[in-house]
């Protein structure tokens, strides 16, 4: 079946959304469903729509991977049931961490990372539950994505670890395939999401291990994450499309006390996109790369040396890893 967009122009938000709740609710009849919330867009307006149409017949999860930012777990789940909807926090850290331990390559920290969402924690919920329905986020950006070779062709079923013999009765709902991103932002503002949460600026799948360069170690994962939150803290007020901040994997020498510190490195990146396809660095006034300079020095422990990437997209790209 061929998709057709639905462009923001042409959509009608309240009319979507009653037109969704309505397609769930006949879908998943008296039976229940299942999805696993991210705090991206996608996913928080997945969940928000769904849980109009099912009420408690919905269950949501938060996988805490510990490659989220400081404090976004709680933060997500606070907001949720702010808004009247149940979500169940999963402490998965420990598999995460594990399967991630010794990884250096950035292809297989990813796999790692999918294998561990996908099959381990998430398959593992899905076939407790006995749900038979599972709804995702896939938007037309996706399809667009899959048709032209760059993502996988995946099928979530395989990923979950749900043999195809057996999966007779299981259906994914993917209630945002006709909209792009600026449509799905549309729709939240709609649904009364906060605008921290609909307009937030895009963050990978692999949260923070795509921002760690070699081993994702919790006590590597928590440096970056300290300067994540000064960084974060700073630049969004700045407009920018995407920051982030990247620790190196080697050292150099720096002083503290005196005294030599052979030091870890953090680089700063700030972009300007509308699609990530192509982007450029900001040109972040000096003042204010100084003051990251001195906060993520001062605050983040073993750092000597803050850079800022002046490099395009391409031949860069926004992330490191
Ligand atoms: P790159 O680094 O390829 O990123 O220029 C383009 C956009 O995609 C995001 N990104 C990812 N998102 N899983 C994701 O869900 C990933 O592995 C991944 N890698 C990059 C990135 O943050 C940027 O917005």
Not at 31 to 47: C, K, M, P, R, Y
Not at 222 to 232: F, G, N
Not at 256 to 270: H, V
Request: proline letters at 5%; charged letters at 25%.
């Amino acid at each position: 079946m061929e998709t057709e967009e639905i462009t923001i122009d042409q959509l009608e938000s309240e009319r979507f959304i009653a037109g969704q709740v309505e397609e769930i609710s006949s879908a998943v009849g008296n039976g229940s469903a299942i999805n696993a919330l991210s705090g991206g867009v996608d996913s928080s307006v997945v969940t928000m729509i769904a849980h109009r149409s099912l009420g408690d017949r919905l269950r949501t999860y938060f996988i805490d991977t510990g490659l989220m930012r400081e404090g976004e777990p709680e933060y997500i789940v606070s907001v949720f049931q702010d808004m009247g909807v149940h979500v169940e926090l999963i402490d998965a850290k420990k598999t995460f961490f594990d399967a991630l331990r010794g990884l250096t390559d950035p292809e297989e920290k990813r796999q790692a990372i999918t294998q561990s969402f996908y099959k381990d924690v998430f398959g593992g919920l899905v076939r407790q539950t006995g749900a038979k329905h599972l709804l995702q986020g896939t938007n037309y950006t996706d399809i667009e994505e899959t048709v032209a070779g760059i993502k996988r062709q995946h099928n979530i079923l395989a990923q979950l670890g749900i043999d195809p013999e057996q999966r007779y009765g299981y259906k994914v709902i993917e209630p945002l395939l006709q909209l792009r991103k600026s449509a799905i932002r549309a729709i939240g503002k709609t649904l009364g999401l906060p605008e921290e949460l609909y307009g937030r600026p895009p963050f990978p799948g692999p949260a923070l291990a795509a921002r760690v360069i070699g081993e994702a170690t919790p006590e590597r994962i928590e440096i970056v994450r300290a300067a994540t939150t000064i960084l974060e803290q700073e630049l969004s007020r700045s407009g920018a499309f995407q920051y982030l901040a990247i620790l190196h994997d080697d050292r150099v020498t720096g002083m503290r006390d005196g005294k030599r510190d052979y030091g870890l490195q953090i680089e700063i990146r700030c972009w300007e996109s509308i699609d990530a396809k192509v982007a450029s660095p900001t040109r972040l006034p000096y003042e204010t790369l100084e003051h990251l300079a001195d906060q993520i020095t001062l605050k983040v422990p073993g750092v000597v040396s803050v850079t800022y990437n002046v490099t395009k997209k391409p031949p860069s790209t926004i992330e490191a890893v």
